[in-house]
């Protein structure tokens, strides 16, 4: 019994000791004499507790600031790749900006390159027309002179003969003179002109060509239309050439009319002239305005819708054809209100050429 009882004691003395080293090396010593076990197990485990929450502290420390650094990173990331995003965006809206101005370079550099070669066009035109005018006009006139008193006294025999020549020759002067027309036209003598009357004025003269009674022409140019100022002759002109072309393309019992707007935001006024004629075919209507380009063989001289364009740029305008084959044409001329030179205060009526 004896040794039982020392061999418990000494236990009991070895766990103390143990639970001394135990406290000792987690910080809590008790100094205390006479504490139990239970003492010794509670303060061993409040010390595992304690440092256990300060290393989780610790970790949860270092994890949170590593978010923290995650999500800086990230916020810089996303901006980084937005700058990059707007760069990129405005590099392509700039290549497309470029790509734009180059076409439209392009674009201008086709215009002026057809513009020079209508140009050079004109010049080769202008000297052929004035030196053949004088080489042609003054014998011709000696020509037709003659065949005109030789066909007041020529028989039946010969006078169908004579007339056909006194037509070409006439035909030669008109050529001659569309030529003259085109390559040098007179200056432009700007009045006021009240469209409504040049209409009117015009389709009275004109219901009198042969071409035109078997059409109906209708005028619905309103009254209420503001004067232009222009050259009343080359307007005249040009409207006479559109509607003779517009009666040539249109059978028997067909319409023309010829109506007008005018553009109180452009400071223009368009006039169209529509017909239901037969229409131009789409390979031609590029062609139309070229000078001695005609699809009336043995009627025309090519330059009446030469002419009719060089007037009306002449004035700051411009003339523009629609057409579909089979289904009529729509001729726009667009003349600004003031035209290229409109006098200051001048309040003449235009002269009307019929």
């Not at 015009?202 to 503001?226: G, K, S, T, W």
Request: charged letters at 25%.
């Amino acid at each position: 019994m004896m040794k039982k009882a020392r061999r418990k004691a000494g236990r009991r003395e070895c766990v103390q000791r143990a639970a001394e080293r135990l406290a000792l090396g987690s910080g809590l010593l008790l100094a205390v004499p006479g504490f139990d076990l239970s003492q010794i197990w509670l303060q061993v485990l409040a010390g595992v507790v304690v440092t256990g929450a300060v290393g989780l502290t610790a970790v949860w420390r270092a994890h949170r600031n590593r978010e923290q650094n995650l999500r800086e990173e990230l916020r810089q990331a996303r901006e980084e790749a937005r700058a990059r995003e707007g760069e990129r965006d405005a590099a392509q809206a700039e290549l497309l900006l470029r790509l734009g101005q180059e076409r439209e370079l392009n674009k201008q550099q086709m215009q002026l390159q057809g513009q020079l070669a209508n140009y050079e066009k004109s010049a080769g035109l202008a000297q052929m027309a004035v030196g053949a005018a004088h080489e042609i006009n003054n014998p011709l006139l000696g020509i037709l002179s003659h065949l005109e008193l030789e066909l007041k006294s020529a028989g039946p025999e010969t006078r169908l003969e004579i007339e056909q020549c006194i037509e070409s020759a006439r035909r030669i002067s008109a050529t001659t003179r569309g030529l003259l027309n085109y390559t040098r036209p007179d200056p432009l003598r700007v009045s006021r002109v009240q469209l409504p009357r040049l209409v009117g004025e015009l389709l009275a003269f004109l219901e009198h060509q042969p071409i035109l009674r078997v059409l109906r022409v209708e005028n619905r140019v309103r009254a209420d239309i503001p004067p232009i100022y222009a050259d009343a002759q080359q307007v005249s002109q040009v409207l006479t050439n559109v509607l003779l072309n517009a009666a040539q393309a249109t059978p028997a019992g067909g319409t023309i009319s010829i109506e007008a707007e005018m553009m109180a935001a452009a400071d223009v006024v368009e006039i169209r002239v529509r017909d239901t004629g037969s229409g131009i075919p789409e390979d031609i209507l590029p062609h139309i305005f070229e000078p001695f380009f005609t699809t009336k063989r043995g009627q025309g001289t090519g330059l009446g819708l030469s002419i009719s364009q060089t007037y009306v740029r002449r004035h700051g305008g411009e003339i523009r054809v629609e057409s579909k084959e089979g289904e009529g044409t729509t001729v726009r001329i667009t003349l600004p209100m003031r035209g290229q030179a409109a006098p200051e205060g001048e309040e003449e009526e235009s002269e009307v050429i019929a």
